[in-house]
């Protein structure tokens, strides 16, 4: 038990001479896992709050018809910056920060396997987030193309899109880098005893998005290069005139932006995996499977990216070809569902606030699948291609999958990462509201979706008055509880309760059986062993 | 109209085919039976807010997939209905079991946790049955994905032709060939301000609606002059992207009379939101007469007279400068109020530096055309330019606009080439 | 110090310290990201700044590697983190691979459909009358002449040079491995020599494109494709060639032993990455 060791270890930090920086250089300069997981999910707390602020002046202008606040263009920038700092800046960032701060942890590692490289994977972060933000200040305004940025819109758009262009260059970085670190971390640092098949499940979701990682970012790079040498030097990939093609660009996208949509859920598949069995004092049912569950859904996702592009006009095999390669999907995915409930059938269950953010997850993810499901369908994805029932579809998987999941994960560590507990009745609430808003804005958007309301427009035909005005009711609901969800971190922090040394009874993996809470700032610098 | 309160429970009863969880909402909720208070101010709340908006709410609720007017697309409504059945048995299905889980398994009545883990065969199970579900899901589809793919033998064959922010119809083949004409949003900016009362039609209404006779295959090639956009008749089924540079296709059968409105469904820049697409469907008689007046513009046509229509309101559309167009303006008052038009109409192309982006779009900034005889500039932003997305702007702004806008470029930049006056281009207009 | 130390003296995984190399080299990308961005659109100071951005990131990088360096002869990195590198050096070129792969798909796709797409019967008759496809293409819209890049003048020169680099680093390897420094050091020497050459040539064939073919990056999608698939694998050489220049210099101050020489390995295999993308080039640009 290497906590027990432990006390001596982290008096001092090693090399004396060196003298660790104090003050904000520490943040700056800092090696440590804990540190730089702490910064991403602040840093992606931020960026939500931003991409937040942003839905709601879509929301706003959405409550009536009619143009009331905002133009088209800044409305345009809107539903793209709102998408790209969504999507980027809050929930990926949001994952690698429970990778960061728990993969060491849960393997028995002394910290990332490239402790700089991984402090300047996130510092890249703030860089590139102010790239996006200052291409509000260009003449021109923001790039108002969608966060899919299509070509050749882009072609048309100004300063702002070259920013956005350079924004993603960096983020892809920051990704690449930090993937490679996680992949690396697992592969090599786990402690002896610690084999694969013994990992928690987030690691091993993070291990599978990694690779995803890996594999997709270089080709957005190309993709955003492409448009850049297109708008700028003449070159004709996405250009007709000059024997290319806008559906290309379209292609390359999606080949990144399917499996894009993976790396949001897989390491949220991770951290439900940890939640549901502590709050069902049960073991998952079928580890393995979950872990074959997840490398299919992984390696199919590479396959099915023309579902996005049913509407481009592709033959009749390309259509029938991506339709059947979507649907399976499903499958590996049911796996994953049944699992879980299979875990919590004849538990011992109890409902804090992490175990209800993960029931919400479970019940609003699959139902977000279900729309997903209903998309895959390229017969009926004609009709409902690039209307609100889209939006609805990917709300529910990333805002209920992958938000909630982050809510459940910081409800379900801060006590093992601050040693406080957070306060239990305002979770609940924070838990209920959120629940509640969530369904009032996203539900009905299901309903103008079917009845034709197009995506990314600032105004609407009349029929579709009454959907938006439930849904921007709902949205700035939504948009409060969560200054609560600040509320309830903010207070723990600051006077929370201190938590026990294992405040859930049914967590037992390494970072709860072998550490004391709070985790101390330097762990397993000798590994444990595991049986 | 209906009032809010029979409004509620009829929508709640149509829905119950489709809509998947209302009651399972509502299970949920009563899961925390313990935290009450919370679910009474949820509940009060929702109620508050269904009152609130419903009251507000000008027309009655689409919920659904429009009214089909093709085989196609009531095709689509089956289909969605036939998933959408299976879907809320799976559903309730699998969340039944969740919850009676949550209800008999919870520790606070005691249940003591099991401790099973691992089992083939019903892992085997799980995964077989999805794959076998999704197979009777997919069948359906994949015969209507060949049906909708397939554009042979039709009829008529009219080309869409996508610009930003309008739309342009050629028939190309079949009765009616050589028509054209341009199709753009009707709905005056007053009721997009706010400033006048929506009307029924509200952005959904055109200047040249596209007229088909019913019960013909109608082929539609796509295409577009700029940037992407998407062409889409929801009751039709039909929905396609045009493609700058690239001609696509799809096609329709109409087999109702009336009038169909969509809009473009692919981002296309500022007026995305404001180039909608309606069709006239008319008996084989009626296209004859129609096709007719087309031909020969002065021929009353006592068919369903759309081109009679778009004759006077495009006679309408640049009206309002009548009153102001004498007047003579000074050119810092043409450069001030250009600028702002400039800023409105002319920025996310040729940029706020006048550079623009070369090489698809030309700096004005000591541009030969900017500079030179002034009623070379006037035609070329009054008609736009042909194949490029220099848009034609004489149907946008009125002749006071385009002096100052016109004025604000020959005077900017560095560009010195004196000052167009409204009257100049109330004379260029045809 | 709390570091578990191996039998061997060296710790069982070093962690490094705080330094704040990457918050520089973040600085210097955003300095060059701004820069690149309004040298683009002809505003702001864009050549101070992205020439600061890359002075910055030079300098980082001889810090940061300077500091790599100095902890891997201090004996600080144990057989784990050496298996680390590895890995990581691994998924790295694998990520390069799949940055090219957006490229090639780029060529394949134009090539294979939409180049035939947009003279197929439809688009002749509707959009552009008249139009055959024959790779290579400028597309229906290209006006001008121009002649595509034969492949049996200085292509397959680089073809050569590129291949033989490949294999005078491996001599190079070979001799590390048996500690025959002088070998080492004349055929380090030759690879860097080979790649400089290449390099040389293609800045040749690039000059000839463009005065004597008429093609040019703007050239429709022929030309869009080709120089930029040649020209990110240039890009690559060049950041490979200064990379083995690195390492030469370290043999030459009598770096690395037989069993300890990751950093000379992981340029190897990137240097053989460039080398097998070059291939891809030679067939799918040049030849076919
Ligand atoms: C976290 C992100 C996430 C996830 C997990 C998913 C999951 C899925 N998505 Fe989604 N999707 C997005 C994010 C995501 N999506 C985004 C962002 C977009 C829009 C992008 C844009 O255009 O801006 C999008 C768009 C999108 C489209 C294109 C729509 C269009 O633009 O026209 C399609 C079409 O096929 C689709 C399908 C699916 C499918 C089949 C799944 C499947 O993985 C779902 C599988 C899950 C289930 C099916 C539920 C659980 C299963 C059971 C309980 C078992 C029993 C079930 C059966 C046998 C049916 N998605
Ligand atoms: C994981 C990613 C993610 C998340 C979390 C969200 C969160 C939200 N999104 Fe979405 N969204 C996307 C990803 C995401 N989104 C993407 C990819 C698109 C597509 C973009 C495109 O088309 O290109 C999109 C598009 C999109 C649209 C369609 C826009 C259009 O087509 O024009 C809408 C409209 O309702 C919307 C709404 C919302 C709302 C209300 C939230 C809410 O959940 C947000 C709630 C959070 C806050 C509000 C912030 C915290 C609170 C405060 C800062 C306090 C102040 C609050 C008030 C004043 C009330 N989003
Ligand atoms: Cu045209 Cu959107
Ligand atoms: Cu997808």
């Known amino acids: 038990m290497s906590a027990v060791l432990d006390p001596h270890g982290h008096a001092h930090d090693h090399d004396d001479h060196h003298h660790t920086p104090t003050g904000l250089m520490r943040w700056i300069t800092t090696t440590n896992h804990k540190d730089i997981g702490s910064m991403y999910l602040w840093f992606s707390f931020v960026m939500f709050m931003v991409g937040g602020a942003m839905a709601m002046v879509i929301r706003a202008e959405l409550f009536q018809p009619g143009l009331q606040l905002v133009n088209p263009d800044f409305f345009n920038s809107m539903t793209t910056m709102h998408g790209l700092i969504m999507v980027f800046g809050a929930i990926m960032p949001a994952f690698v920060g429970f990778a960061n701060w728990l993969i060491p942890i849960q393997i028995g590692a002394a910290d990332m396997a490239f402790a700089r490289m991984n402090n300047w994977s996130f510092w890249i972060l703030p860089f590139a987030g102010s790239l996006l933000i200052m291409s509000f200040f260009m003449p021109g305004g923001a790039p108002g193309v969608g966060w899919t940025m299509y070509a050749p819109l882009t072609s048309q758009m100004g300063i702002g899109m070259d920013l956005t262009i350079f924004a993603v260059h960096l983020l892809g970085m920051s990704s690449i880098m930090g993937s490679i670190n996680i992949v690396t971390t697992i592969l090599n640092m786990r402690a002896p005893g610690m084999t694969l098949m013994k990992m928690p499940l987030f690691c091993w979701t993070w291990l599978i998005t990694g690779y995803l990682l890996i594999a997709s970012m270089p080709v957005l790079a190309g993709a955003v290069t492409m448009t850049l040498t297109d708008r700028h030097f003449g070159t004709s990939f996405f250009n007709a005139a000059g024997g290319g093609d806008p559906v290309l660009y379209q292609h390359i996208f999606w080949f990144f932006g399917h499996p894009e949509v993976y790396i949001i859920i897989l390491p949220a598949f991770g951290v439900i995996s940890q939640i549901i069995p502590a709050f069902s004092r049960k073991p998952l049912f079928g580890y393995a499977s979950m872990v074959y569950a997840t490398a299919s859904i992984a390696i199919l996702s590479f396959i099915v990216w023309a579902h996005h592009m049913y509407t481009t006009g592709m033959p009749v095999a390309g259509q029938l070809f991506f339709m059947f390669a979507t649907t399976l999907i499903a499958v590996p995915t049911a796996a994953k569902i049944f699992n879980w409930l299979a875990t919590m059938w004849r538990g011992s269950l109890s409902f804090e606030t992490p175990m209800l953010f993960a029931l919400g997850f479970l019940f609003l993810f699959t139902m977000g699948g279900f729309s997903g499901l209903v998309l895959s369908l390229a017969a009926v994805d004609i009709q409902l291609h690039d209307t609100y029932y889209v939006v609805a579809h990917f709300h529910y998987v990333m805002v209920a999958g992958a938000l909630f999941t982050a809510f459940a994960g910081v409800y379900f560590w801060f006590p093992k990462w601050t040693g406080r507990m957070y306060d239990e009745t305002l979770g609940k609430w924070h838990f209920w509201l959120s629940m509640i808003f969530f369904n009032i804005t996203f539900f009905v958007q299901h309903f103008s979706g079917l009845a034709g309301m197009p995506r990314r427009i600032p105004d609407y035909p009349l029929m579709f008055e009454t959907w938006n005005k439930i849904s921007s009711i709902g949205s700035f609901g939504f948009g409060l509880s969560q200054l609560l969800f600040l509320y309830i971190i903010l207070k723990a922090l600051r006077s929370g309760e201190k938590a026990p040394a294992l405040p859930w009874e049914g967590a037992d993996s390494l970072e709860w059986t072998h550490l004391p809470t709070p985790a101390p700032y330097h762990s397993f610098e000798t590994p444990p062993v595991i049986k | 109209m209906l009032n809010s309160r029979s409004f509620v429970a009829c929508a709640f009863e149509q829905r119950a085919g489709q809509q998947r969880t209302k009651k399972e909402v509502m299970v949920f909720e009563r899961v925390s039976m313990q935290r009450t208070s919370i679910i009474k101010l949820a509940r009060i709340a929702l109620m508050a807010l269904a009152a609130f908006t419903l009251a507000g709410a000008a027309q009655a609720l689409e919920w659904n997939l429009r009214e089909p007017a093709t085989k196609i697309g009531a095709d689509i409504h089956t289909i969605h209905e036939y998933v959408m059945i299976l879907i809320v048995v799976i559903f309730v299905g699998v969340f039944g079991v969740m919850f009676y889980s949550v209800f008999a398994h919870r520790k606070s009545k005691g249940a003591k946790a099991a401790n099973f883990h691992e089992n083939t065969t019903v892992e085997i199970i799980w995964t077989v049955i999805p794959l076998l579900l999704l197979i009777v899901i997919v069948w359906p589809a994949t015969k209507l994905v060949i049906a909708q793919k397939d554009t042979t033998n039709s009829e008529l064959t009219i080309k869409v032709t996508g610009h930003q922010w309008k739309w342009g119809y050629d028939y190309v083949k079949g009765e009616g060939e050589g028509i054209s004409f341009v199709s753009q949003l009707k709905t005056p900016h007053a009721q997009i301000e706010g400033t006048e009362s929506k009307g029924e039609n509200y952005l959904l209404e055109v200047d040249n609606e596209m007229v088909v006779p019913i019960g013909k295959k109608v082929r539609i090639l796509t295409t577009a002059a700029d940037v992407i956009h998407s062409w889409w008749i929801p009751a039709f089924g039909a929905k396609q992207d045009a493609m700058p540079g690239f001609i696509r296709d799809t096609h329709f059968t109409a087999n109702k009379l009336g009038v169909y409105r969509g809009q473009c469904v692919e981002l296309c820049g500022k007026n995305h939101g404001f180039m909608p697409i309606v069709v006239r469907v008319v008996s084989a008689e009626d296209y004859t007469k129609w096709v007719a007046s087309q031909k020969n513009p002065g021929a009353v046509s006592d068919a369903a007279g759309p081109a009679a229509d778009a004759s006077t309101v495009v006679a309408a559309a640049p009206a309002p400068a009548a009153a102001s167009a004498a007047k003579t303006y000074t050119p810092a008052e043409l450069k001030t109020m250009g600028e702002k038009i400039y800023t409105a109409n002319c920025i996310g192309c040729h940029q706020a530096t006048g550079k623009g982006m070369p090489p698809a779009f030309p700096a004005l900034s000591g541009s030969k055309v900017v500079n030179g005889d002034k009623n070379v500039q006037i035609a070329l932003v009054l008609n736009g330019k042909q194949g490029t997305a220099m848009a034609a702007f004489g149907k946008q702004l009125n002749d006071t606009e385009l002096a100052s806008v016109l004025t604000y470029t020959r005077n900017s930049w560095g560009n010195n080439a004196g000052v167009v006056q409204p009257a100049d281009v109330a004379a260029l207009r045809k | ?288």
Request: with cysteine; charged share 10%; hydrophobic share 50%.
């Open chain 3, 1 to 288: 110090m709390g570091q578990h130390v191996t039998a061997q003296g060296t710790p069982d995984y070093y962690i490094p310290q705080p330094k704040p190399w990457p918050i520089i080299g973040s600085v210097g990308l955003f300095c060059m990201a701004l820069g690149a961005v309004c040298i683009f659109n002809e505003t702001g100071p864009g050549w101070p700044l992205l020439s600061a951005g890359v002075m910055i990131i030079l300098y980082m990088l001889f810090r940061w590697f300077g500091d790599v360096i100095a902890e891997s002869e201090g004996n600080l990195y144990s057989k784990r983190v050496d298996l680390s590198f590895r890995w990581s050096m691994s998924w790295f070129i694998f990520s390069e691979v799949m940055f090219f792969a957006a490229f090639f798909g780029a060529l394949f796709w134009a090539r294979v459909i939409s180049v035939p797409d947009l003279s197929n019967l439809t688009h002749n008759e509707y959009m552009w009358p008249g139009f055959t496809a024959a790779w290579p293409s400028a597309g229906p819209g290209f006006t001008e002449k121009f002649s595509p890049m034969g492949a049996w003048g200085l292509p397959a020169l680089n073809t050569f040079l590129l291949l033989s680099s490949g294999v005078t680093i491996t001599v190079a390897h070979w001799a590390l491995k048996v500690e025959k420094r002088g070998l080492l050091n004349s055929f380090m020497f030759l690879t860097v020599l080979l790649g400089a050459i290449f390099l040389v040539c293609q800045v040749i064939e690039y000059g000839h494109g463009y005065s004597d073919l008429n093609l040019k990056l703007s050239t429709g999608v022929y030309g869009s494709t080709f120089y930029m698939l040649t020209g990110f694998h240039g890009f690559h050489v060049t950041l490979g060639a200064i990379m083995l220049s690195v390492i030469l210099a370290r043999c030459l101050k009598g770096h690395f032993k037989p069993d300890h020489h990751f950093a000379f390995e992981a340029v190897a295999w990137y240097w053989h990455f460039v080398d097998v993308v070059w291939l891809g080039l030679f067939i799918f640009v040049y030849w076919l």
